[in-house]
Structures are given as C-alpha cells and as structure tokens.
C-alpha cells in the first residue's frame, strides 16, 4: 500500500489534489505537474536532415555522408577482408572527424572511473578486463576493431590519458557495454488493435552516458556494414561496430537495455552481448530467433540485460540472466511475448502490446520491479500511455512519447519517474508499415520536450 501511495502521484498529475492538509501552519500544494507545455505538430514522416557533404575512402571500401545531425556510414564488406574494413573506416574517421581523439578519450576514462571508482593510475584490471572480452568475441569482429585502431591510433598503446587515442582505448570503446557498464533505456511495440494499420511500430529509446557537455551526441551515427546475407544497420555512435541498436536486412530490430542485478559482476570466461546481438541479426530472418539465441546464451554474458525485438509480426523481450543469477536460483533467461505472465501484480491493461524497462518481469524472474521506482513507475506510465487511446498513428505515438517535461529538476531526479528522459540519447521508432525509420538525435544542447524526429531511411533500402 505504502508502495502504491507514493507511485500514484507520480504515475498521474493530471488531476492533482489542491490542498493537502498537514497540520503545518501553511497547506501543501502541488507545484503543477509535469506535463510539457511545449507542442509540436507531428506528422507520420519524419523531417528530412540536412546533407553537407559525402565522400568515399580512396579504397572504395567506406561511403559517408555527413548530414546536420548524424553520420551515415557505408562499409562495403563483400569485397575485402574484416581487417581492411577498419582500415576503411578509420580513414573515414579521419577525414569526417579529424578531432575523435579529443573527444573520445575523455568518455573512455568518464566510463572507467565510474566502473572502477578507486582505480588511481593503475589500469592493468582495466586491461586485463578488455583483453579478456575482446578475445572471447567472432574473430571477424576482431580484425574490423583491429584494422580500425591500426589506422586511428598507429603505434599509441596503453591506457594513459594523455590527449592521444591509443590501441588499447580504442579497442576498449568498442567493448564498452560489456567491459565497464550496462545501459538504461526503454522500449514499446504497437501492433494489432493498437496501430491505425494494424502493423508493428516500434519505439526504442536510449538511455546512454553522452560525456562531458554531451560530447558523443556530435558523433550519432548510422553504420551499415554490406556482407550479402550478414547485411546489418547498427544505430549508435563513430567507431564502434557492436550493435546498441541493429537492424538486419529482414526488419529485425535488436535493442539493447540494462538490467541491473544485486550480484556481482564477472568476466572471466564470459563474452560481450553487444557482439551476440550482432551476430543473430547477422544470422536469423525473424525476431523468435534472435531472441532465442540471445537466451540460448545468456549465462555467459557480463551483465544481466533486456533485448527488446519486432519484427514485422513479433515483438519479444529476451531477459537474460547471467550465470550468477540462474546459479543462485533466484532467476532465468526467458523470452517473454506479450502472454507471459508478469510478476508481483504488475498490471499491463493494452492488448497487442509489449513493453520493456530496466527489470525483468516475468513471473518467477530476477525482481528489480519491487521498490525500484525507476522501474515500477515506468512500466505503469508506459501501460498509462498505451491505454491512453484505442489506436495510434506514427504521428500520435511521437506526440504520446514526448508528452512530459524533460527537465525534471524541480521535483528531484530520484522521484519523478518519466519515458521521455533527461538521459535519453536516441527515440528511435520503426514503422513495419512502411519499413521507415525516424531518430530524435539528442544534440549538444541536452534533451528538449518535443524533439525533431530525422528520416534516417527505409531498412528495406539498407541491404
């Protein structure tokens, strides 16, 4: 009870009480609440970016286009080895962002200190974490990270922060999610009854560390990697070849989001899930598939995570229990569709649906649901705003998506639970319908309440 008198208010401030009575001299009022009062008129397209420029590497290899608030990135891999097309992309890199090393070092040691906050200057655990991951990832996911730290940072090794971007560094961005930490995130799949077509629409937002004066949001990027049937889009940032977000040549899309456990982290004889999600969407047509994989293989990843998958009649979340988990008895990888039973009384009142937050919710599963707000108040906002209407169009989903005010300050971050985050990085949203794909890029000026959703294409178009 205690739990659902706090989560109310927060859950809903549509309605807020005028007084509450105290007992102090003066009565409490509610501040307002936190719906936006910003609009935007959304349509179902989204707004085409800006292309300043294009160019392609002397070696035919890489193809880039440069727009006002991405990169789009084509590695052509039919035609030359994995190792050459690092090479490609590091000559790439060097033309279109000659200054990575400037701003990429920093966040590198950013993700260090937060995942070893007592380090000092001693970076061999660091080290000895990379180089374990990176040799547990597919031997072609090696030479592409190999080539590329080749062409950007020669003959610069170790972890010292010294303004250059070494091998080592370089090679450890690429291993971020699994060498020094997870990631937040959310995710919504529409479908049925609850689409104006009745196809899947997808939402995906990532929650990603953007650095100091949100340094990465100058390097969101599109990477198309052309391999014949392994063709995959990765949606994320320059230089990194693991997928945050895919999608493959079949409209699978994989996204990555974290869930936290109270066991203790451990890589030793584990493997990278960012690399794992790359390989089914390089390998399987559908998103039962993928998921399955991913549970299949569960127990030797890092961290305890969330993989939010559609395609275009299936939306899954793949909750993957590592090892320690499933050991201790306390839960399990399962894939759950939108039958699965949910634990603790979790309410979910939208049929042809699914959601996914930082917490299984399985029945049965790992329980960061009780007591985490940052869960439990989510989940009933997303049920909220999937009931908020009996169907949506492309247009009402973004408007539905941005409804609440970014900037949270007032009440406090750790009690005001929103979807739409002042951490958020990319809203990304897949219409099955058309087979087009719209972005809201979070710039260097933060997240805004009713962000520009950029047509980044159609993933029919991206094989």
């Not at 990085?425 to 897949?430: A, R």
Request: hydrophobic share 35%; charged share 20%.
């Amino acid at each position: 009870m205690m739990t659902a008198a706090f989560c109310l208010p927060l859950v809903s401030c549509y309605n807020p009480v005028e007084t509450l009575k105290t007992g102090l001299d003066v009565p409490v009022t509610p501040v307002g609440d936190y719906d936006t009062t910003e609009t935007a008129v959304y349509s179902d397209e989204g707004t085409p970016a800006e292309l300043l420029y294009e160019f392609t590497t002397d070696d035919g290899l890489c193809y880039v286009k440069v727009y006002d608030c991405y990169f789009e990135v084509t590695l052509d891999e039919t035609s030359c080895t994995p190792y050459e097309a690092g090479v490609a992309y590091g000559k790439a890199i060097n033309i279109m962002d000659p200054d990575l090393a400037e701003m990429i070092e920093p966040y590198i040691f950013e993700n260090i200190r937060m995942a070893f906050p007592d380090i000092g200057d001693n970076y061999d655990p660091v080290l000895d974490r990379m180089e374990s991951l990176y040799d547990s990832i597919d031997p072609h996911y090696q030479d592409e990270i190999a080539g590329l730290c080749d062409e950007l940072c020669g003959d610069v090794h170790g972890i010292c922060q010294d303004g250059q971007i070494s091998v080592e560094e370089m090679t450890l961005m690429n291993l971020t999610p699994s060498a020094l930490r997870p990631t937040a995130c959310s995710a919504l799949a529409l479908w049925g009854s609850k689409t104006e077509t009745g196809d899947m629409m997808a939402v995906r937002c990532l929650e990603w560390l953007l650095g100091s004066d949100n340094s990465m949001a100058n390097i969101h990027c599109i990477l198309h990697i052309r391999n014949g049937e392994n063709t995959i889009t990765n949606i994320g940032f320059i230089g990194l070849f693991f997928s945050i977000t895919g999608i493959n040549d079949d409209g699978v899309m994989m996204a990555t989001l974290d869930a936290d456990t109270e066991y203790g982290y451990d890589y030793e004889g584990r493997t990278c899930y960012e690399y794992a999600i790359r390989h089914a969407l390089e390998t399987y047509d559908n998103a039962q598939d993928c998921g399955q994989y991913m549970v299949d293989n569960a127990t030797s990843f890092t961290f305890n995570h969330n993989i939010f998958i559609t395609d275009a009649d299936e939306a899954y979340c793949a909750e993957d229990a590592v090892l320690q988990v499933v050991e201790a008895g306390t839960g399990a990888p399962c894939l759950r569709d939108a039958d699965k039973p949910l634990m603790n009384d979790l309410e979910w009142d939208s049929p042809d649906s699914l959601c996914c937050v930082n917490s299984f919710v399985t029945e049965g599963n790992y329980d960061m649901m009780s007591g985490y707000y940052v869960n439990t108040v989510r989940f009933a906002r997303y049920n909220e705003l999937a009931c908020s209407q009996d169907s949506f169009s492309v247009a009402e989903l973004k408007d539905a998506m941005t409804t609440e005010q970014v900037d949270t300050t007032l009440y406090g971050s750790s009690i005001v639970q929103t979807v739409h985050r002042p951490n958020l990085t990319q809203m990304i949203i897949v219409d099955y319908d058309t087979g087009n794909v719209q972005i809201a890029f979070t710039g260097v000026e933060g997240v805004t309440d009713k962000p520009v959703f950029t047509d980044v294409g159609n993933y029919n178009d991206w094989n």
